[in-house]
């Protein structure tokens, strides 16, 4: 153990015993910081006594190992302890800043990555509202207009457009204003030439393909900034979800075109037959799928007996189309070999319950006699509404039976009635009359105010007043058949031979 003494009467020997000891403190084998607080402390003390005077003593104690070699001293006393305490701070400091530079580069790494996920996370969400929100629709016109608005909501595009090839080969823009690309440019995508800038970069073309198949070529117009060329990855994106929307409303329209042409060439024209007038209207669905399976008949038998029915198949579409003229001409046959309403349906039933399909149907089917008597018989169907020459409405409703093809074995029942001259009798399918949001039965109300308010006039005149009545301007979701057959009081009376010359 060795000690030191310092006696200390005023500053002057503060500042020595400060010096002295500084020297001792240098030579011992300690770490920086610990000889630093030593220094300190003691520094601290001695200022003290420079102030009121006294003794400092410092006491050191060996520890096991013994001390180092004493070192050759040289420059300033505070060097040898101060030197090495700032170069450690410079180290710390080079070592922090170091540490700095590294975690804001981890930070701006983080910060891109958190970016690029985002602006993922944006796209996805993008394309997943366009394909739901474009298979809402089956119109292209419809569809585009609901793009554009997407597009304008999203900032991507300021208006967009659908272009298809028609019978002539000519691209054909839908809608046909709001962008500025030329036939040529598209045709020159449709050829193969892939996504494509123009106008500055302003308009971007790229095709509609899913699959093998090209359904035409969709474009985007921005007014101020143009495209930049990463933008391309999420055009072709988007042009995927909407051929697939482009592809469906093709082959719809290709399908109802077909149903409708089909359904209309197994619609006949009433026969003309004298004391009766007929008139008979299809109005196919004007938006939605629901067509191809609302039909009606009129025949004449021998005995100048008319048939007249009118039915509905639950499908839509070519399997309604085929089954619907299946079950016309079964009617046809049944009603001609002399089978009344209810043995006619009845084998209907029996016919439908045996097809390969999971359809059912429909209907309603009136036999007017020569002279006047009218029988009645229904499947699941509407009924029918009888009208005198005066307006008053009888609804031949006492005969009523469950659609055709269901696993229900029933007897089908007539009812009776008379049809007066100058009455109108009414068969119609539920297009007429069934709205979503509107109650049936006033709707049906409606149907027999007008049909009342029709007495007098003719067939043809009346039937264009009750769908003017029951359908107005607005747009359909569902076929409708109406069949008006108006008595004169010339029917069932036999024929005036015609008079010889004198």
Known sequence: MTSYDFTVSGEQDAVLAHDALTRIVA???????????????????????????????????????????????????????????????????????????????????LLALHAELERQRWQLAFLDEVTRRSATSLHLGQMTRILVELLRDNGFADDAAVWMVDEGGRPRRIPREGTASTADEVREVLRGGGTRLANHSRQLLTPLDVGSQRWGVLELARRRSPFRPEEKVLARHLAGRVAITVRNAREYQRERELAETLQRAMLPEPPAVAGLEFEAEYRPASRGINIGGDWYDVLVRRDGTVVLAVGDVTGHGLD????????????????????????????MHQLTRQAPTRLFATAAVVELAPGGELRCALAGHLPPMLSDSS????????????????????????????????????????????????????????????????????????????????????????????????????????????????
Request: charged share 25%.
């Open 391 to 502: 307006g008053r409405i009888r609804v031949l409703e006492g005969a009523t039976a469950p659609m055709l093809g269901l696993p229900i074995d029933r007897p089908f029942a007539e009812q009776v009635d008379v049809m007066p001259p100058g009455g109108n009798v009414l068969l119609y399918t539920d297009g007429l009359v069934e709205r979503r949001g509107c109650d049936i039965d006033s709707r049906l109300d409606t149907l027999a105010g007008t049909l009342s308010a029709v007495a007098g006039q003719n067939a043809a005149d009346a039937a264009r007043t009750l769908l003017h009545t029951m359908l107005g301007e607005e747009r359909h979701a569902d076929d409708v058949c109406l069949l008006v057959c108006r008595r004169l009081p010339t029917f069932g009376q036999p024929a005036t031979p015609p008079s010889r010359a004198g």
């Open 320 to 347: 309604a189309a085929i089954l619907m003229g299946q079950l016309q001409n079964a009617l046809r046959a049944y009603a001609l070999e002399g089978h009344g309403p209810a043995r006619t349906l009845e084998l």
């Open 27 to 109: 030579d011992l084998p300690l770490q920086v910081r610990p000889r630093a607080e030593l220094l300190s402390e003691a520094a601290q003390r001695l200022r003290d006594l420079g102030a009121r005077g006294g003794r400092l003593r410092v006491r050191l104690e060996e520890w096991p190992g013994g001390t180092a070699e004493r070192p050759v001293l040289s420059g300033p006393a505070d060097d040898l302890v101060l030197r090495p305490l700032l170069d450690l701070l410079a180290e710390y400091e080079e070592s922090l800043e170091r540490y700095q530079r590294e975690l804001q580069q981890t930070n701006t790494g």
